[in-house]
């Protein structure tokens, strides 16, 4: 039988500092306050499953739909093998998406991201923005299993979780096992954009 995690399931990052969890942050938690957290981010093992995302052809990713049987089953793959989540594959092994995020894979060709058989996430879509605002080069292609693991930084986005790091993949280390400089720089900036008027909207304009 599966064991699920004691965790809420849809905290399925259950990002942790070394005193206590960030679930604690609220809307009206200030960057500088969640940038300082970052450092002490401890995030827990990823899985990367066989279990193959259903293919464009059969389901269009990149409308929100129902269809989660092939995530909900990588999520179950990953927590029989101790696991918190999953990243699942396409059908050519390509790395594909996790139940409810992206993922961002950093190494010397700069931000590299999956160009197809996923949701096209608005967390994602943030990212890459905010990304070629710090002048870092970005990527939209496929994505292997081997480049994914020989990433020297990985995250995820999602807008649950926002911009978060991934620093094992099935037990190993991804890059040097800490959380990478471009990795820190877009969560950074991530945050600091709530401020930011020219990327927010009040309540209290939104009811005008």
Do not use: C
């Not at 809420?8 to 942790?16: I, M, Q, R, T």
């Not at 609220?26 to 990367?48: H, R």
């Not at 939209?140 to 930084?153: G, H, V």
């Amino acid at each position: 039988m599966t064991k699920i995690p004691d965790e809420k399931v849809p905290n399925v990052f259950s990002l942790e500092s070394s005193d206590d969890r960030l679930s604690g942050f609220t809307s009206g938690s200030s960057a500088q306050e969640i940038n300082n957290k970052v450092v002490k981010i401890k995030m827990k093992d990823v899985f990367l499953t066989d279990i193959k995302r259903i293919p464009p052809s059969s389901v269009d990713p990149t409308i929100k739909n129902y269809h989660w049987m092939d995530l909900v089953t990588g999520m179950l793959d990953a927590y029989e093998r101790g696991h918190q989540t999953a990243i699942l594959v396409d059908e050519n092994n390509n790395i594909s998406e996790g139940p409810g995020f992206n993922i961002f894979s950093v190494d010397k060709s700069g931000i590299n991201t999956p160009d197809r058989g996923i949701l096209e996430g608005i967390t994602r879509q943030t990212v890459i923005n905010l990304a070629k605002e710090l002048k870092l080069k970005v990527n939209t292609k496929p994505i292997s299993i081997e480049m994914l693991k020989s990433s020297d930084e990985l995250f995820a986005t999602s807008t649950a979780g926002g911009v978060m790091p991934i620093t094992k993949v099935s037990g190993e280390k991804i890059g040097s096992g800490k959380v990478g400089d471009n990795t820190r720089k877009i969560h950074k900036l991530y945050w600091e954009k709530h401020s930011d008027l020219d990327w927010t909207l009040s309540v209290e304009d939104l009811l005008k």
